[in-house]
């Protein structure tokens, strides 16, 4: 195993991404943690993450003294920076800094670098402000780029290295292979890790933790989320989970209908519909700020999975879909010092009214982890290599204020983009498409007459895991051919536009 010290960057779970990708079991812990919890773990090798802190300032986060003179340590922009000035070095404040590409030399033959295509010059992503200015004892310098004069170090001797650049990110070129080698190559880890190794181990730690007879509700949306946890639940303990549909009414065209006939038939999983969603409408009504919807939505689904509760005798914990994504936009993972950037429904605990323990076995994979692992429970293509939907579902594609007869048009609108791109073969080639209902009108010219209608925009990308997304590039054609199609089809909408934003800077939902 592979330890990672989570300092609070917003790709640390990329490199734990990256390593189990490669067969390596690897875990994340918060650098708040002391010293116990490391040990504990027994890891071969332990791999400092980035952050967004200065160790110039004394009040900022530190690895913890049990690391060193135990195992090898890879430090990555402040794990390397923390690294040095724990060991004796120095580093400084703000004199030197690069954000985005730079050009990597390799001047010293290094194990970090083995097995590159290119080894001596090639592409990194640097994220930073401060930089290492004086090494430690036993330290070299062997890589350099224009604005990090110590890009990268080593005292292969102890086997402590430091690289000022984020091989994690897809944009530093041979960036898995420098993770792949500090685990093999320094640290001696097997690729023996596998989804059918986590199923297996997720299975044991459900059991683990309900005990024999302890009984859960499982928060059941339809997605693939929250799809697979249900299964891999119902694998662990049987009939002793009660799967809660809570309908909130913002859900896409038929989803209701097809939950229930899936998962009530199908899976013979017992399950419970709650239609609540007049409840939710009318807690949102007027609400327009994207945090205060969340919240309402929230807090709503807590409350209704409350009643719920109450009805089944014994039970004792409630389980969630809630992934790696939702974790790390919502709260510090793990305890890290990471900067909030949404709120999710379905993460940050429940209140203390609340008489349930969380069950959460998915809240460190992305969402191509657990697709992996819903083939691996046998789950039906259909469902596993649907696109993502939000808890908060069609709440945050409608910027605004919510009503029953707008979520009526986005429903429609969203049918038909989504037919259009099956139609088209592109379905399984995105990994997320959508419509959206914007808050504006429009004058249009329909039959002859003066029309005032609502645009509908239209997302579609491409992502691997989720942190990162580029637009889905569709021909001028196929965007004329749906924006057509939606305006003749869907009354209500006059008007269709395309988005073409990034992530970042955009987040892949608009709200």
Wanted: proline share 5%; glycine share 10%.
């Amino acid at each position: 195993m592979i330890l990672i010290i989570d300092f609070g960057s917003q790709v640390t779970q990329l490199i734990a991404r990256r390593l189990r990708d490669a067969g390596i079991y690897t875990e994340i812990m918060p650098s708040t943690s002391d010293s116990a919890p490391y040990l504990a773990k027994k890891p071969k090798g332990v791999i400092l993450s980035g952050g967004p802190n200065s160790v110039t300032h004394s009040d900022t986060p530190r690895a913890p003294d049990a690391i060193w003179n135990n195992v090898p340590v890879l430090g990555i922009c402040y794990g390397q920076q923390t690294m040095c000035e724990q060991l004796g070095g120095k580093v400084e404040a703000g004199t030197s800094r690069e954000f985005g590409r730079a050009r990597l030399e390799v001047i010293a033959e290094c194990l970090l670098f083995e097995n590159l295509p290119h080894k001596t010059d090639f592409d990194v992503w640097m994220s930073h402000g401060d930089h290492v200015a004086n090494l430690p004892d036993g330290f070299e310098v062997v890589a350099r780029s224009k604005g990090a004069p110590f890009a990268a170090i080593a005292n292969s001797e102890r086997g402590y290295y430091g690289v000022q650049f984020h091989p994690e990110v897809v944009q530093t070129e041979g960036g898995t292979q420098i993770l792949r080698n500090f685990a093999t190559l320094i640290c001696g880890c097997e690729n023996s890790w596998s989804m059918a190794a986590y199923k297996s181990q997720a299975i044991s730690d459900i059991k683990e933790q309900v005990g024999p007879n302890g009984r859960v509700i499982c928060g059941l949306s339809g997605g693939v989320d929250s799809s697979v946890a249900a299964v891999l639940l119902h694998q662990a303990i049987g009939d002793r989970l009660t799967c809660v549909f809570v309908d909130h009414g913002l859900l896409r065209k038929g989803e209701a209908e097809e939950v229930v006939a899936l998962f009530g038939s199908r899976y013979n999983i017992p399950l419970i519909h709650k239609d609540a969603s007049k409840l939710f409408l009318s807690k949102l009504e007027s609400v327009s700020d994207p945090e205060q919807k969340r919240k309402i939505i929230g807090a709503s689904f807590i409350d209704v999975f409350d009643e719920e509760a109450q009805k089944i005798s014994g039970a004792e914990f409630l389980a969630q879909g809630t992934l790696y994504p939702d974790v790390i936009e919502s709260i510090s993972v793990a305890g890290g010092n990471n900067v909030t950037i949404k709120s999710h429904h379905n993460v940050g605990g429940l209140p203390e009214h609340m008489k349930l323990t969380l069950v959460e076995p998915l809240r460190m994979l992305f969402k191509d982890e657990v697709r992996q692992l819903g083939r691996e429970l046998g789950l039906p293509e259909v469902l596993v290599g649907r696109h993502p939907f939000p808890g908060p579902g069609l709440a945050i594609r409608m910027p605004g204020s919510i009503s029953e007869d707008k979520l009526d048009i986005l429903r429609n609108a969203d049918a038909v983009y989504l037919d259009a791109i099956r139609k088209a073969g592109l379905y399984d080639e995105i990994w997320q498409a959508f419509a959206v209902l914007l808050p504006v009108k429009t004058v249009g010219v329909m039959g002859d007459a003066r029309s005032y209608e609502y645009v509908c925009g239209l997302r579609a990308v491409t992502s691997t895991d989720g942190m990162t997304a580029d637009i889905y590039p569709f021909s001028s054609e196929f965007l004329a051919h749906v924006a057509t199609r939606i305006i003749n089809e869907v009354s209500g909408i006059n008007r269709v536009v395309y988005d073409y934003t990034s992530k970042p800077p955009g987040t892949i939902e608009w709200e």
